[in-house]
């Protein structure tokens, strides 16, 4: 059973405009979130985390929302820009980590 | 959707010692599974890709003879860490992806190795 989902495999947006990947997931004993981001033929990057105690944390053009009661997740991106394009994971962390299948951003010029 | 098992989950070793962790894509074929390191807090490394019937490809700076990779059949990859050290202590993930690229990929749960 899948305990984190990104239901959107793929999200395009022009650039300059926010991006919004979503992430949603089960178990309401995950402590710890993180968002990776995947360039093509390399390992995925972190990219900025939340611990559940906190309801957002920003970092630059990235933030971080999360909202416990409906266990979900999201990474703004604001502006975008076309080096954006990559594929974003989210991840949950308790004991083991939990990662969702990916969304590609295209990010158009 | 496609579901990505890793065992074991956890393992607590001696120095010296041998430790295989598998990776079984269950509902589906995967021709290519990642390896990775997990360090606290930051970013995956990609240790090494590995394709079903033939020779992993070794990240930079990681020992293949240290972190040997089998990859026998469609759904099963193997990582054995070799004469294992305490530094070698870590979280190892695999992920895998399936013949259809929409299916992007799947990472299995991890397992955290400690080497006492």
């Known amino acids: 059973d899948q305990q984190v989902k990104q239901n959107s495999p793929s999200l395009s947006v022009q650039e300059g405009r926010i991006s919004i990947l979503n992430c949603d997931y089960t178990n309401s004993m995950f402590d710890y979130f993180l968002w990776y981001k995947k360039y093509p033929a390399e390992g995925p990057t972190f990219l900025i985390s939340i611990s559940s105690i906190k309801d957002k944390n920003e970092d630059g053009r990235f933030t971080v929302f999360l909202n416990k009661s409906a266990k979900h997740l999201s990474l703004h991106i604001v502006p975008s820009q076309p080096g954006d394009s990559a594929v974003y994971f989210c991840?949950?962390?308790?004991?083991?980590?939990?990662f969702g299948t990916g969304t590609s951003l295209t990010v158009i010029p | 959707g496609a579901v990505v098992s890793q065992h074991p989950s956890w393992v607590i070793c001696k120095s010296g010692t041998s430790v295989k962790i598998e990776c079984r894509s269950l509902?589906?074929?995967?021709?290519?599974m990642f390896w990775y390191r997990q360090f606290p807090k930051q970013s995956l490394m990609l240790m090494a890709t590995s394709n079903e019937g033939s020779k992993a490809t070794y990240e930079q700076g990681v020992e293949k003879d240290k972190f040997l990779i089998n990859h026998a059949s469609l759904t099963l990859s193997t990582l054995t860490v070799t004469s294992a050290h305490p530094e070698d202590s870590s979280f190892y993930i695999c992920?895998?992806?399936?013949?259809?690229?929409?299916?992007?990929?799947?990472f299995g749960s991890g397992t955290r190795l400690t080497v006492v």
């Open positions: 509902d589906f074929q995967a021709t290519t």
């Open positions: 991840a949950a962390s308790g004991n083991q980590f939990y």
């Open positions: 992920s895998a992806r399936d013949r259809i690229p929409n299916y992007g990929y799947t």
